[in-house]
Nanobody, 114 residues
């Protein structure tokens, strides 16, 4: 499975961005998809994930501001990020799970700054 992420960029505090991640290859094996982020000097942390059935979990720090969604037919997961804060600045990584493996996309940088 290969994951291709896009949609990062520079945005002012309070702004919005949408990240996309498209999976290709043996996508039939994918169960959960999600987003993690890693800021400089910090550990990678879960932002949000979604199962193939649509169940979602969010980090407490993004609840009410970020929304994860998924189109199974397109093997694509999205992360709508609203009310962005400077502390959301990080490299965001797409993630996919099968029953046996974990897959990572390349990071896409999100910078929130005035």
């Amino acid at each position: 499975v290969q994951l291709q992420a896009s949609g990062g960029g520079l945005v002012q505090p309070g702004g919005s961005l949408r990240l996309s991640c498209a999976a290709s290859g043996s996508t039939f094996s994918i169960t959960n998809m999600g987003w993690y982020r890693q800021a400089p000097g910090k550990q990678r942390e879960l932002v949000a994930s979604i199962t193939s059935g649509g169940s979602k979990i969010y980090a407490d720090s993004v609840k009410g501001r970020f929304t994860i969604s998924r189109i199974n037919a397109k093997n694509t997961v999205y992360l709508q990020m609203n009310s962005l804060k400077p502390e959301d600045t990080a490299a965001y990584y797409c993630n996919a799970l099968s029953y046996t493996d974990t897959y990572w996309g390349q990071g896409t940088q999100v910078t929130v700054s005035s």
